[in-house]
């Protein structure tokens, strides 16, 4: 059962979804920080790649879009499923879940300071949600639970086929699992955290990535259940 245990160290991971993007690249004169900041969200959260456009000469809507399902695919892939043998329907309606799970995170980017050439300090407020604490909770119990239907003899076959059967008993109830808490979402009380903004040698903007790394630890409360 070392597959099953992929699904309780998976918060650290769920970060690497977010950072593959490329840096969105200033267009105009003034740059706009907080709108910059909006687009990447939005980009991230939303799969809405609408403002993202106005800050990248290099990518379309399209490359844009495939880049969002490319990433949301890679980590059900990586962090849910873990390399078990699941159906394509299955896989699906896990891919389905998350992208519902990140499309009402709750953030408003509100002050923006520019603090040096070329750099800027831009406030995001966020409503934290518990969902994926309560997933990994939910997990972990019900691996303990399989394990001990195995111990009861409650699976019958060869180990392969006990194997078998409990991957597919635990993949079934992780989806249950993060589907009723997407649905049973509550959110904590507002939160505020300032990211910089700088422009690199490239002269592209991008967000600080301990800053961005911070947000979404923060937003989806895995500094709960990492290790």
Not at 28 to 50: C, I, Y
Not at 110 to 139: C, I, L, M, Q, R
Not at 220 to 227: A, N, P, V
């Amino acid at each position: 059962m070392r597959k099953i245990k992929r699904l309780q160290k998976f918060a650290g991971m769920i970060l690497m979804l977010f950072f593959t993007a490329g840096a969105l690249t200033a267009c105009g004169k003034a740059f706009d920080a907080k709108g910059f900041v909006e687009a990447k969200l939005d980009q991230m959260f939303q799969g809405d790649m609408t403002k993202a456009l106005t800050f990248t000469e290099k990518e379309t809507k399209a490359d844009l879009e495939k880049e969002y399902e490319t990433e949301i695919i890679s980590f059900v892939d990586r962090n849910i499923i873990g390399g078990m043998q699941v159906s394509e329907g299955m896989r699906n309606d896990f891919i389905e879940v998350c992208r519902q799970i990140f499309l009402v995170m709750r953030y408003e980017v509100t002050e923006v300071e520019e603090t040096g050439k070329h750099e800027y300090e831009v406030s995001v407020e966020y409503e934290p949600v518990d969902v994926f604490p309560k997933f990994v909770a939910g997990v972990q119990q019900d691996s303990e639970e399989i394990m001990q239907k195995a111990k009861n003899g409650e699976y019958k076959g060869t180990e392969k086929e006990i194997n078998e059967q409990m991957q597919t008993e635990f993949i079934r109830h992780s989806y249950e699992l993060l589907n009723t808490y997407l649905k049973e979402i509550s959110y904590g009380k507002e939160k505020t955290l300032k990211v910089t903004v700088a422009r690199n040698e490239k002269k592209e903007y991008a967000i600080a990535d301990e800053d961005l790394d911070e947000l979404i630890i923060k937003i989806l409360r895995l500094d709960e259940i990492q290790d």
